[in-house]
């Protein structure tokens, strides 16, 4: 359990990191994004949907370190938020091909913490089953 916990507070420092940069320089998201311009209503749009999605999954993964009670609920948000990115990224390959080298760790990472999630689900599971708790 102190081991979920640990992936918890790991996740909620890296996701609010991202969050707060995308909210306070959105501008870094043009070269990353391969962008060659962005207007101000493109900006407000990576500060709302990077910048604030991020801070507010940072918060759940926090309070999911800090409650016993939140870390299903945290794990499952993980589970639902990166596993968004990380099919979508899989169903965009016949849409827009192969990504630049630049995007290849962050698909490694979004898959990685998919299958932590899941194995610390399953853990959770294990470990609050009938036939584990001797009923």
């Known amino acids: 359990m102190k081991l979920i916990r640990v992936f918890l507070l790991i996740q909620a420092i890296g996701l609010g990191a991202f969050g707060l940069l995308m909210f306070l ?3 870094l998201s043009i070269g990353f994004l391969e962008a060659t311009e962005m207007s101000s209503s493109g900006f407000y749009e990576i500060r709302s949907i990077y910048g604030g999605t991020s801070l ?3 918060a759940l993964l926090f309070a999911g370190f800090l409650k016993a009670e939140m870390i299903r609920p945290a ?4 589970l639902a938020y990166t596993g ?3 099919v979508v990224r899989i169903a965009a390959l016949p849409l827009d091909g192969i990504p630049s080298k630049l995007f290849w760790p962050f698909i490694g990472l979004e898959f990685a913490t998919v ?3 899941i194995y610390c689900l399953r853990y959770l599971n294990m470990r609050q089953s009938p036939d584990r708790q001797g009923i």
């Open 115 to 117: 299958f932590l999630t």
């Open 75 to 78: 794990l499952y948000f993980q």
């Open 56 to 58: 507010g999954g940072a």
């Open 84 to 86: 968004g990115y990380a």
């Open 25 to 27: 320089k959105p501008e």
